[in-house]
Nanobody, 122 residues
Framework: VQLQASGGGLVQAGGSLRLSCAAS????????MGWFRQAPGKEREFVLA????????YYADSVKGRFTISRDNAKNTVYLQMNSLKPEDTAVYYC????????????????WGQGTEVTVSS
């Protein structure tokens, strides 16, 4: 399975950006999927994740109310909608897929995508 993240870029504080993560190799419609980020000089951190049907969603406190995750299982794609962006959201964002949302929540995943860089200017 390959995960291809895209949609990163430069945005001003307060702006919005939508990241996409397209999976290939097999369908991930039954997998939990999530997003992580790694800021310069920091460790990778959990951002949010959802079960295959979106019935359970976990958020990091820092993004709650601003970021949402959605997925189009027909397209084997998951999205990260980021609103009200802050300079501290600047990071490389990674998507991940695993059979267990509990594993994703603690940073463990079977599949990882390459990162897409998001820069938020003040």
């Amino acid at each position: 399975v390959q995960l291809q993240a895209s949609g990163g870029g430069l945005v001003q504080a307060g702006g919005s950006l939508r990241l996409s993560c397209a999976a290939s190799g097999r369908t991930l419609s039954s997998d939990a999927m999530g997003w992580f980020r790694q800021a310069p000089g920091k460790e990778r951190e959990f951002v949010l994740a959802s079960t295959w049907n979106g019935g359970i969603v976990y958020y990091a406190d820092s993004v709650k109310g601003r970021f949402t995750i959605s997925r189009d299982n027909a397209k084997n794609t998951v999205y990260l909608q980021m609103n009200s962006l802050k300079p501290e959201d600047t990071a490389v964002y990674y998507c991940a897929a695993d059979g267990s949302i509990a594993r994703l929540r603690v940073g463990v995943s079977k599949y990882w995508g390459q990162g897409t860089e998001v820069t938020v200017s003040s």
